[in-house]
């Protein structure tokens, strides 16, 4: 007697959750309203619940990877509400990444996640900006070697430099006589690629951003972006990249260590009102939610919360996962809603630690006329200390 051989795996990332995570789905539907996609389209596909039932339905061999799954799980921001929110504990946002990788390797990854990568190929940057221009927002030569290095990211560097230029100043400030880092050929962390399924390419930007801090004796590690921050301080060792026990802060967490230190004081005593969006990758991915918080406070800043909508349960700017690149108008509809939350709270300033949020969330403002001024966090710490 004679069997068939066992047809190989279409989705080798997506094999190792069919039993110790797709099972645990319970189709409950708890994280299906605060889902900032699902209204996209309000089809239960367009739902966590309804993604992870595509993915059982493609591991058990029920469904053919298609343009239509495809569509549906690159449509997710990653935003980890749902895991947060699933009583069973079902690892969504690691389970969405390891279908795209899949999904990727079969041909069926988004275009513009295909250009993303080349661009990063060939520039170091997912904008396709030259990577000799990296460092154009800096007025002087920055140092390579220090304790601290202060990894820019591609948004500070090309976007929103605003971000860059604050960071180093208020780094300069507590550092007058240098003792820091900021390297001119960084690359890109990777975190697109990661969320978007390219991951080969992502190792290979981070061991070669690992050499980079290396030779730049840094002790610490500190990043204004929480894409680059939730990489570099998780992802990076999950791809078996050894930094050698550097310590790895987002920019606010430092910032409230400096104050504390009694090495940052407000220099005036203007009175401040704002609202804060926390970034899903700095929130719900890594629990980063008192301290920039906190900064803000110590500095005489009041903080006034979003109803219903912080912390935990926060949402999304509609940015993340790839989703700006591929389903642009997507994105700003999620910016656009968590603007009118932040109306509700009374607030003219919105701030967040997040130079990829505050891009979002500005355009979406003023594509919509919505009078609210949204600061990156560091720009709004700089304009109160030095």
């Keep these: 007697m004679t069997t068939e051989p066992k047809e190989e795996s279409k989705l080798k990332r997506l094999e190792p959750f069919a039993e110790r995570e797709i099972m645990r789905c319970m189709r409950c539907g708890f994280c299906r309203p605060l889902c900032p996609t ?16 595509l993915v059982r ?16 799980l690159y449509l997710c921001t990653t935003c980890g509400y749902c895991e ?17 990788a899949d999904l990727a390797d079969l041909g069926l990854g988004r275009k513009s996640h295909h250009y993303i990568e080349e661009r ?12 000799e221009e990296r460092t154009s927002w800096a007025s002087k030569e920055l140092p390579q070697k220090g304790d601290l290095m202060y990894f820019v990211g591609c948004m500070a560097s090309y976007r929103e430099q605003g971000t860059a230029k604050a960071t180093l100043n208020l780094i300069e400030t507590v550092n007058p006589e240098g003792g820091y880092s900021v390297i001119g050929d960084e690359l890109c962390c990777g975190s697109v690629l990661l969320r978007t399924g390219h991951r ?23 990043t204004s972006c929480a894409g680059c921050y939730r990489t570099i301080r998780k992802d990076y060792e999950l791809l078996g990249i050894d930094l050698n026990g550097v310590e790895i802060l987002h920019f606010p967490e430092l910032l409230n260590r400096w104050i504390d230190e009694g090495k940052l004081k407000p220099k005036n005593g203007e009175k401040i009102v704002v609202t804060y969006h926390d970034p899903c990758h700095l929130g719900r991915h890594m629990k980063v939610y008192d301290e920039p918080r906190e900064v803000l406070k110590k500095l005489g800043v009041e903080v006034r919360e979003i109803p219903l909508r912080n912390r ?18 997507s994105a700003l509809e999620a910016a656009t809603e968590r603007l009118k939350q932040a109306e509700e709270t ?13 891009f979002n969330l500005r355009e979406a403002a003023a594509k919509n006329n919505i009078d609210m001024k949204v ?11 030095t």
């Design 38 to 53: 699902w209204g996209f389209s309000e089809w239960d596909t367009g739902s966590p619940r309804g993604r992870m039932m």
């Design 57 to 72: 339905g493609m591991l058990q061999g029920d469904l053919e990877p298609s343009e239509y799954i495809a569509d549906r």
């Design 84 to 100: 947060w929110r699933c009583p069973a504990g079902t690892k969504t946002v690691d389970i969405i990444e390891a279908a795209r």
């Design 120 to 131: 990063i190929r060939e520039e170091n940057n997912p904008l396709g900006e030259a990577k």
């Design 200 to 222: 080969e390419v992502a190792k290979a930007l981070a061991e070669k951003n690992a050499e980079l801090i290396k030779k730049s004796g840094a002790k610490i590690i500190t």
């Design 312 to 329: 935990e349960t926060s949402a999304c700017c509609g940015a993340g996962g790839g989703v700006r690149a591929e389903y642009k108008d």
């Design 346 to 358: 009374g607030a003219k300033i919105l701030v967040t630690p997040c130079p990829f949020c505050t």
């Design 375 to 385: 600061y990156d966090l560091v720009e709004l710490v700089a304009k109160i200390c």
